[in-house]
């Protein structure tokens, strides 16, 4: 007789189709359902009639969303939960459904098509991927993610009180939607900032400067952060979102420059999924790794122990760690 187990296949399926779950998000962020619903429109003929969409397809998509916990349903009506209020609902101040443009693309999402290539050859079958230049993704990037960037572009400049002087001159390195840059310069009236990326992604950042009202203080510096001059005199340079794409000698020649361009005490500020030294805690840090390996040639998710590392090779002369709960995301502060 075989022998018999408790155990139940449900996370293999739920893995193998958890595409599933990201069409069904995409498509309701798309039809602006969450919305729809949050005005008070719940039945699935008041939702199809407002997102002009067919009442079956309406109906069986916001089904599918209350078994993700998405959606609730009574009665034949539909309504938010408090997490599709707080991030899915266009009035939220905290709205951040846009994300899907990116996370949800097929420039992405291509990327993982064959992973079995990519653990072959040790990095992305995509060319390039992700790091190649001009890259479109990038573009919908900046479009997509600057709601997601704005608690940790806070974060961050609470993080700089009393680090850097008022009138501080500020480097964003791949600085994509320009959050990062237009926060602190609001934080900070006298300070300007120079954005650096490539030409058609800080098209974005200067429209969102302009919308904060800091474009006076906001500079663009088109190109790659590898071979474009950054300049000197900085007191602060971000590297939000950038060190994973790389390799770790890549990594220690970049940041000699980012030491070179700064001023002496200055700041480096790099934000990274950093896992711990197991490499599988926290959960979504670890996940990153993955990210990495399918989608550019050499990158990866660091532990502090490497970035540190790789922060001292580069001459700075001491690194800090710290967490940024909620979101999954940690910085590391190395001082010249």
């Known amino acids: 007789m075989p022998k018999t187990t408790s155990a139940a296949p449900d996370i293999i399926f739920e893995t193998l189709t958890a595409y599933q779950r990201t069409s069904a998000l995409k498509a309701a962020v798309e039809l602006d359902l969450f919305s729809i619903i949050g005005q008070g429109h719940g039945t699935a003929a008041e939702i199809a009639a407002r997102s002009h969409a067919s009442e079956r397809g309406s109906r069986i998509l916001c089904d599918y969303l209350v078994t993700l ?3 609730h349903k009574q009665n034949g009506r539909y309504s938010l939960p408090d997490v599709s209020k707080a991030f899915l609902d266009r009035q939220s101040p905290q709205f951040m459904g846009d994300i899907a443009g990116f996370l949800a693309s097929s420039h992405l999402m291509d990327m993982f098509e064959d992973s079995a290539t990519a653990v072959r050859k040790g990095g992305t079958v995509s060319d390039q991927g992700s790091v190649s230049p001009d890259h479109p993704m990038w573009v919908a990037f900046a479009r997509s993610m600057m709601s997601m960037m704005a608690l940790p572009a806070n974060l961050i400049a609470e993080h700089m009180k009393g680090r850097m002087p008022p009138k501080a001159k500020i480097l964003d390195v791949a600085a994509g939607h320009g959050v990062f840059g237009v926060t602190l310069a609001q934080r900070y009236p006298d300070a300007e900032v120079v954005a650096l990326d490539w030409k058609n992604v800080l098209k974005v950042a200067q429209e969102n400067a302009q919308r904060a009202g800091v474009a006076k203080r906001f500079r663009t510096l088109p190109g790659s952060a590898f071979e474009t001059a950054f300049g000197d005199g900085y007191d602060l340079v971000l590297l939000t979102n950038f060190l994973h794409h790389f390799d770790a000698p890549t990594n220690v020649t ?23 030294e197991d490499r599988v805690t926290p959960h979504e840090p670890a996940r990153f790794s993955f990210v990495m390996l399918n989608s550019t040639p050499s990158g990866d998710a660091y532990t502090y122990a490497e970035l540190e590392s790789m922060h001292r090779q580069a001459g700075f002369r001491s690194t800090e760690l710290k967490a940024l709960p909620p979101t999954p995301q940690s910085i590391v502060t190395a001082q010249k």
């Open 254 to 276: 970049l940041l000699r420059k980012v030491h070179k361009a700064l001023k002496p005490g200055g700041h480096a500020v790099s934000l990274e999924f950093i896992p711990n």
């Open 69 to 71: 916990g998405l959606l």
